[in-house]
């Protein structure tokens, strides 16, 4: 009886490991990311902006085997350029974040675990200072939005996995509180946003 209960005392701290490892709910991902905004028009304004690249940070909490809520920060920075009704041009250089967050639902297929995400953001666009700017008179934007997308985590080992996503931003497009009219398309559009990244489990 003694022996018997000695062998438990010694043994339940490591089921008790091996079941907290089993359980892991959380995870934290750093991405490279770009940002591909679509050409859009409206009110007689034409915005072409170029690809940005930058990063995207994830915490990842799961409240089900399959189910789970994500935060999120993504930094990236590209160009706007406006062509107003009267064919004038506006370059702006600007740092795009994100903050968002989300539902996400995974399904598990052994190493490879599919997902779907979908939420809402807010966004600050912010100009910056410098020669690739070609317009005064402006500041920062700020807007609320959704986001949402599909992905794939491949799981390198009980830690660490791979993870690839197609996320889409659907958000009015900026302004930068510049007077008048010229920067308004006063329409929404969807940013394409592919990221790849790491993820650690804990």
Do not use: C, W
């Not at 940070?57 to 920075?77: D, M």
């Not at 989300?102 to 598990?108: E, H, I, L």
Request: net charge neutral; charged share 15%; proline share 5%.
């Amino acid at each position: 009886m003694k022996k018997s209960l000695l062998m438990f005392l010694l043994l339940l701290p490591l089921t008790a490991v091996s079941a907290l490892a089993q359980e892991s709910r959380q995870d934290i991902s750093v991405s490279g990311s770009g940002i591909i905004p679509p050409f859009a028009s409206g009110n007689a304004v034409r915005l072409h902006a170029t690809v940005g690249y930058g990063g995207l940070i994830s915490y990842r909490y799961l409240l089900t085997p399959h189910g789970g809520l994500e935060l999120n920060y993504q930094y990236n920075q590209n160009v706007q350029h406006f062509t107003a009704p009267d064919s004038i041009n506006y370059l702006i250089h600007d740092r795009f974040q994100e903050f968002s967050g989300a539902y996400v639902y995974s399904f598990n297929f052994k190493n490879l675990n599919p997902f779907i995400e979908g939420g809402a953001a807010g966004f600050l666009i912010s100009p910056i200072d410098d020669a690739k700017t070609k317009t005064f008179g402006i500041s920062r934007t700020t807007d609320v939005g959704v986001m949402y997308g599909a992905g794939v985590a491949y799981e390198i080992s009980p830690s660490f996995d791979i993870r690839a996503e197609f996320r889409g931003l659907v958000m009015k497009t900026p302004t930068f509180n510049y007077p008048g009219n010229d920067l308004r398309t006063n329409v929404y559009y969807n940013i394409y946003n592919p990221v790849v990244g790491i993820a650690y489990h804990f």
